[in-house]
């Protein structure tokens, strides 16, 4: 058994991109990553795990990639970046709340899915390539209920984040 702490970066982001329809790509950049507080923010390496995923549902195929940062396990304490920049992603409509944070999202495409200090207690649970597996489905699990978010907006043309959805404010935490 591996412990967690020894899983690579590498590994990590391989694993990711197995998710991915055939035709994925790893890359490397180099990115600036949020920790769990506004002064925990720093630029890594990163391995740029880039394809399409299909979640299935109101998403369906959506090209999307995921920003795994490069040094061994720093990905343990900074959550990947998830990139998605589809045409259906709000705002889109002129009389949508026009505010990206309020749609859990950025103007680079990034999207908001996990507070960074959820990341980090969620991957305290990781003993073996089981748990890394299940790190990775819980991710992309809240990027899907995300996504999902914003496909129902765009079918319905809702103005704003509904109240009806779960969500954390945006911000820091200590």
């Known amino acids: 058994m591996i412990p967690y702490t020894e899983i690579s970066s590498t590994n990590f982001a391989c694993s990711i991109a197995d998710k991915f329809l055939p035709g994925g790509a790893i890359q490397r950049g180099f990115h600036k990553f949020r920790g769990r507080n506004v002064v925990d923010q720093h630029d890594f390496p990163s391995l740029n795990v880039i394809g399409k995923y299909d979640f299935g549902g109101d998403v369906g195929v959506c ?14 304490n900074y959550p990947p ?83 009806l959805w779960p969500s954390a404010p945006h911000g820091y935490q200590n």
């Open 63 to 76: 090209k999307i990639d995921v920003i795994v940062p490069e040094p061994s396990v720093a990905w343990l």
């Open 81 to 163: 970046i998830v990139v998605a920049n589809e045409s259906w992603l709000s705002p889109v409509f002129p009389e949508q709340e026009q505010s990206y944070t309020s749609w859990h999202r950025y103007p680079d495409g990034e999207i908001c899915w996990i507070m960074p200090v959820a990341w980090i207690e969620l991957c305290k649970s990781i003993t073996d390539s089981a748990g890394v597996n299940h790190v990775i489905m819980q991710m992309l699990k809240d990027v899907d209920f995300v996504l999902s978010c914003h496909a129902v907006a765009y079918c319905h043309r809702l103005r704003k984040w509904s109240r």
